[in-house]
Nanobody
C-alpha cells in the first residue's frame, strides 16, 4: 500500500512563508510526477504545481513567482515552498503522486489526506 503524507501547513500572516512536505511510503517501484493541489471551501480542487522525476515543473498562473516545487527522489519526498502568501491561498493542500508498482506497469495516482494552510491577519 502506498501512502502520501503531507506536513507543514498552518496559520500564517499575509506576506509570510510556509514550506509543505509530502513523503511517500510503502512498496512501489518509482514515482514519476508529483504535484500539489489545493481546494478552498466551496471551490473545486485545482492544480498548484507539478514536478516530473527529471525536475521539470509547471505552476498555476496564480502562484508563479511565489511558490516553488521541488523533490528529493532518493527520499520520495516533494516540497512546496510558498512565499508572499495571500489570503486567497487559504485552502487544504493535497499531495499527489503518480506511482509505478513495478517495471513496465502503468502508473496509478495516489493522494494524501491534505494539510490546511490559512493565510490571515
Amino acid at each position: 500500500q502506498v501512502q502520501l503524507v503531507e506536513s507543514g501547513g498552518g496559520l500564517v500572516q499575509p506576506g509570510g512563508s510556509l514550506r509543505l512536505s509530502c513523503a511517500a511510503s510503502g512498496r512501489f517501484f518509482s514515482i514519476t510526477a508529483m504535484g500539489w493541489y489545493r481546494q478552498a471551501p466551496g471551490k473545486q480542487r485545482e492544480l498548484v504545481a507539478r514536478i516530473s522525476s527529471g525536475g521539470s515543473t509547471n505552476y498555476a498562473d496564480s502562484v508563479k513567482g511565489r511558490f516553488t516545487i521541488s523533490r528529493d527522489n532518493a527520499k520520495n519526498t516533494a516540497f512546496l515552498q510558498m512565499s508572499s502568501l495571500k489570503p486567497e491561498d487559504t485552502a487544504v493542500y493535497y499531495c499527489n503522486g503518480d506511482v509505478k508498482a513495478g517495471l513496465g506497469v502503468s502508473t496509478r495516482g495516489y493522494w494524501g489526506r491534505g494539510t490546511q494552510v490559512t493565510v490571515s491577519s
